[in-house]
């Protein structure tokens, strides 16, 4: 399995997102500017402030030219994984419904939280099962989740919340696109990869993208 980290201008969580990755298969970083995805079996979009988050978050990043790469890359069924600011650029580029908005207190949280696992028929979350907890932390101004039709994603729901920590809309932490090959999550999985960090829950989404790589070999 074969990761590709793409690091924008701003990106903070980068090398966390590889080493994260690096538990599951290969990783490879990949650049913002460079449209080849350098052989890539699933493409990950980190945390961070991509662009300085200038005009809104990830709405620059949406047009980079390796986004032009990730959109045709996922529209062929690849498997692409938007973490926090990453989450915020999938929303933005279309490939996953809804927008992420300021929190409803208008500042910046960052704590560790308990999530639970709506579904686990997607490639991120084939390891776990329905209704399973993962600690996983969290950090981000603007993470609160709306669509405009809830009732219309409630099956691409993939993860909520178990509080209301930012005004989510009905708790959402991460929503899949209808395919399920694509998925965006405001928690942080690459924090959450060693014991000695407090959890290594994360690495349920990123061996469940390993494995499901191997199944579809198979």
Not at 60 to 74: K, N, Q
Request: charged share 20%; net charge negative; aromatic share 8%.
């Amino acid at each position: 399995m074969r990761f590709g980290v793409v690091r924008f201008p701003g990106s903070c969580d980068v090398d966390d997102a590889l080493l994260a990755c690096a538990r599951a298969g290969e990783a490879v970083e990949l650049w913002h500017a460079d449209r080849d995805l350098h052989g890539a079996d699933a493409i990950v979009l980190p945390g961070g402030f991509s662009y300085g988050d200038y005009l809104r978050c990830g709405a620059i990043a949406r047009f980079a030219p390796v986004m032009e790469s990730v959109i045709e890359f996922a529209r062929d069924g690849g498997v692409v994984l938007g973490i926090c600011n990453g989450f915020q650029v999938l929303c933005e580029a279309g490939l996953l419904p809804g927008a992420l908005l300021p929190n409803v207190e208008l500042r910046f949280i960052c704590r560790q939280v308990e999530l639970e696992v709506v579904t686990a028929d997607t490639p991120f979350t084939r390891e776990a099962a329905p209704g399973q907890r993962l600690s996983i932390p969290i950090k981000h101004t603007t993470g609160r989740y709306f669509a405009p039709d809830l009732d219309a994603i409630e099956d691409n729901v993939v993860l909520r919340y178990t509080a209301d920590h930012n005004g989510s809309a009905r708790h959402i932490a991460g929503v899949c696109n209808d395919a399920r090959n694509v998925f965006g999550l405001m928690p942080h999985p690459e924090h959450a990869v060693d014991p000695l960090t407090g959890s290594e829950d994360g690495l349920v989404i990123f061996r469940s993208m390993a494995h499901a790589r191997v199944a579809a070999n198979a």
